[in-house]
């Protein structure tokens, strides 16, 4: 796994999240039972989590599954989410970070794994909630070239059963490289939220 910048994503990010109105928060995403408040929660929690996990501040920030809680936003997260998006691109900015062990989401897996999966969920999630807030979605070339080996290289993982975070979607050899890093997480890249 190789070294990433993760600072031009992260700052993708905080434009989508930034640009949010208020009656889009209930709204659907492509993540199964996620409104836009808690995919933003979500976020806000793996934000932390990687943070710490890059500087190796291990306990309950990086001990903690998401799958344990449903995430949800305070009152602050519009300041919130771009300072901790910006402490973790810091954090990952480090060289070591990226050697030695971790541990993220109870996890304990190398650094330069975890680089990886943090670049993939910042990428993936930025088109989660790019596509459930009707916003444009280009993430940075090196977080979605990380993300994409990532990801590849879970789906052909026969442990896993297919993608990491679901059935991977077919995608066309002619798709973009996003489309198929979005297929290849599971999710389908023609999902548009459902209109009134």
């Known amino acids: 796994m190789t070294m990433v910048d993760l600072g031009p994503q992260t700052r993708i990010l905080a434009r989508l999240a ?19 408040r808690n995919l933003l929660g979500h ?12 500087r190796k501040d291990l306990g309950a920030t990086t001990d903690t599954s998401p799958d344990t809680v449903v995430p949800d936003i305070g009152p602050g997260w519009r300041e919130e989410l ?27 897996l190398p650094g330069a ?31 979605l070239d990380s993300a994409f080996v990532f ?20 995608v066309p050899g002619t798709g973009s490289r996003l489309d198929r890093a979005v297929g290849l997480s599971g999710r389908d890249p023609g999902w548009r939220p459902v209109t009134e």
């Open 113 to 143: 794994v975890a680089g990886a999966v943090v670049a993939d969920e910042l990428v993936i999630h930025g088109w989660d909630l790019a596509r459930a807030t009707g916003q444009d979605y280009t993430p940075d070339p090196a977080a």
């Open 82 to 108: 771009p300072k901790v998006l910006d402490e973790l691109a810091d954090a990952w900015r480090d060289p070591a970070a990226w050697t030695g062990n971790t541990r993220a989401g109870g996890v304990d």
């Open 43 to 54: 976020l806000l929690m793996l934000s932390v989590a990687f943070r710490d996990a890059a």
């Open 18 to 36: 930034e640009a949010v109105p208020e009656e889009r928060l209930t709204g659907p995403t492509p993540c199964p039972d996620l409104a836009v």
């Open 151 to 170: 990801l590849e290289a879970a789906a052909g993982d026969p442990d896993r059963g297919g993608g990491l975070f679901g059935p991977v979607v077919e």
